[in-house]
């Protein structure tokens, strides 16, 4: 179910329900953007600067929550603190701490040196392979991990619900019939080379260069915010992301392999979860991307080709 995102109606909201919850008055409120799963605004308060993020789908709060306190609970990668959270038939807000820096998603940083984005590489590395030390005892929702594998999992939860939904927007002409049998290939050779990880770990979701903060004259690492996973997961599923947009610039995908080598075909693998996730905002009232969908598949069909189907 979708609820309230629009600027007007949170900007009444969001203040009011600060008051409720922190007992502050909001000095100033500014929207700074937004993605697949909400809206963010910075709001000034007596004391501090804070994050309220508002949600687009009933239930992205809850989830939200649950990984930013596993994260903190269980790592010292800075993320941000929850101060509050609240949701009803209406409206879903999340309140969390602001964590200082822009993300690297700015062309500015395209332009540091190359031994800096190396650098700045290994920090983001660092602190993810820390996320990824973290282990379930089943593969699933953070919340109620039920699975014990994992390509069961994401056949289950992903593939079949996903191209299902693919397909009947492409019987009604609101997705690309060449899209679909892209994706369609790619989850039958998926399933001929899908192999079960070591065990279930605690992922990030959506590790993108927007979603990592960095100082903008020195390139260190602030922190991470507006993870999207929720789940325990293949360590793998969380890496497409690194080369989403220009991650590759950045060199995080390479550091990640050099740190902790992939499995057999994983850049196929990857590939597709990274198709897949994107051609699914589109069912999911999520943002769609056309350039990065169409990245996607791109680097899809450059995996297929590799493997000679």
């Known amino acids: 179910m979708s609820l309230i995102i629009d600027n007007k109606t949170l900007f009444t909201l969001i203040p009011e329900k600060i008051k409720e919850y922190m007992n502050l008055d909001t000095l100033s409120i500014k929207f700074i953007g937004g993605g697949s799963n909400g809206k963010a605004f910075r709001c000034t308060l007596p004391d501090k600067s804070i994050v309220v993020k508002a949600f687009r789908i009933e239930g992205m709060m809850e989830k939200e929550s649950a990984q930013l306190r596993a994260i903190k609970e269980n790592t010292s990668v800075a993320v941000p603190e929850i101060y509050f959270s609240c949701s009803d038939s209406r409206v879903a807000l999340l309140g969390m701490g602001f964590i200082e820096g822009t993300n690297v998603l700015s062309p500015s940083y395209l332009f540091k040196s190359k031994a800096k984005k190396k650098a700045f590489a290994e920090e983001v590395i660092g602190n993810l392979l820390e996320i990824h030390s973290v282990k379930g005892e089943k593969y699933g929702s953070l919340l109620n991990p039920t699975y014990d594998s994992w390509t069961e999992y994401y056949e289950k939860e992903h593939i079949i619900p996903k191209m299902q939904g693919l397909k009947d927007l492409c019987s009604k002409g609101k997705y690309s019939k060449k899209s679909y049998a892209l994706l369609e290939k790619a989850a039958e050779i998926y399933k001929e080379k899908a192999l079960e990880p070591d065990c279930p770990v605690l992922i990030h979701g959506d590790i993108n260069i927007m979603n990592i903060m960095a100082d903008p004259k020195t390139m260190k690492l602030r922190g991470f915010i507006d993870p999207a996973g929720y789940i325990y997961a293949d360590r793998e599923y969380d890496l497409f992301q690194l080369l989403n947009m220009w991650g590759n610039s950045f060199y995080l995908f390479e550091t990640y392999k050099k740190h902790?080598?992939?499995?057999?075909?994983?850049?196929?693998?990857?590939?597709?979860?990274?198709?897949?996730?994107?051609?699914?905002?589109?069912?999911?009232?999520?943002?769609?991307?056309?350039?990065?969908?169409?990245?996607?598949?791109?680097?899809?069909?450059?995996?297929?080709?590799?493997?000679?189907?």
């Open 260 to 309: 902790y080598p992939l499995s057999e075909n994983a850049d196929f693998r990857i590939a597709f979860y990274g198709a897949l996730n994107e051609a699914s905002c589109r069912l999911t009232g999520g943002l769609i991307m056309p350039l990065w969908e169409f990245l996607c598949n791109r680097r899809l069909k450059k995996e297929l080709t590799k493997l000679n189907r």
